[in-house]
């Protein structure tokens, strides 16, 4: 069985601070790796992706991938309080199928 | 661009009643469509994928049904709604065979099923 495994929070952060959201998964071959934003209420919105160990960076969000370690994180600089949200991790082991996590609550507090 | 449309956005629905929720994606062509649904506070769930004109796979055997009677459009159906069925119901869609995995997942507004 696939699993992808996020901490479900909530994880708590200042406004300003870096926030570090992490995920596993137990797929080796996994190919392709994706964040999701989902506000309370709201569909899942697509924030990143990276396919090669190392980072990629768009604005204030930083993703980190170690296929080694089979490990995906996302950092989030300058937290803001329209920052808070449930972040989910997606894994593609190179079907036609993502693998989502639970999920992991951010708040940013002012 | 590529767009998705699912409705309605609320509806509630007595027990024993049954169920259609649509999703049509427009601007690609042979998209690979899904169901989920995602119960208060928590994961998604896999329900249905689909990744052409009537085939579709049910990952869990439950109350719910889907049919993809056109290329772009994908319904989701029940005869008789239960209480369980409740939740937040997402269409997805993303490039077909002949596309690039890498792409993800684009979901739709979703639908909030109260079954009362």
């Known amino acids: 069985q696939k699993e992808v495994e996020q901490n479900s929070g909530p994880l708590s952060v200042p406004e300003g601070a870096i926030a570090s959201l992490n995920c596993t998964y137990s797929?080796?071959?996994?190919?392709?790796f994706f964040w999701y934003r989902q506000y309370s209420g709201k569909s899942p919105e697509l924030i990143m992706s990276?396919?090669?160990?190392g980072d990629k960076e768009d604005g204030r969000f930083t993703a980190q991938l170690n296929k080694a370690s089979q490990y995906v994180s996302l950092l989030i600089r300058d937290s803001q309080p329209s920052d808070s949200a449930t972040y989910l991790c997606?894994?593609?082991?190179?079907?036609?199928?993502?693998?989502f996590g639970t999920g992991t609550r951010l708040q940013v507090f002012p | 661009s590529q767009t998705i449309h699912q409705w309605p956005a609320t509806l509630v629905q007595p027990v024993g009643s049954p169920l259609s929720l649509e999703c049509t994606v427009e601007?690609?062509?042979?998209?690979?469509l899904y169901w989920y649904r995602q119960a208060a506070g928590r994961g998604l769930q896999l329900l249905f994928y689909?990744?052409?004109?009537?085939?579709i796979s049910s990952e869990v055997p439950q109350n719910l049904s889907a049919s993809r009677p056109q290329d772009r459009q994908f319904i989701l159906s029940s005869k008789k709604l239960l209480l369980s069925d409740s939740g937040f119901y997402l269409c997805?869609?993303?490039?077909?065979?002949?596309?690039?995995?890498?792409?993800?997942?684009?979901f739709g507004s979703g639908t909030r099923l109260t079954v009362v």
């Open positions: 997805a869609w993303s490039p077909g065979p002949n596309g690039d995995y890498n792409y993800g997942y684009t």
């Open positions: 797929d080796r071959g996994s190919q392709s």
């Open positions: 990276i396919y090669s160990n």
């Open positions: 997606a894994v593609n082991g190179g079907t036609d199928k993502l693998i």
């Open positions: 601007g690609t062509s042979n998209p690979n």
């Open positions: 689909s990744v052409g004109i009537g085939q």
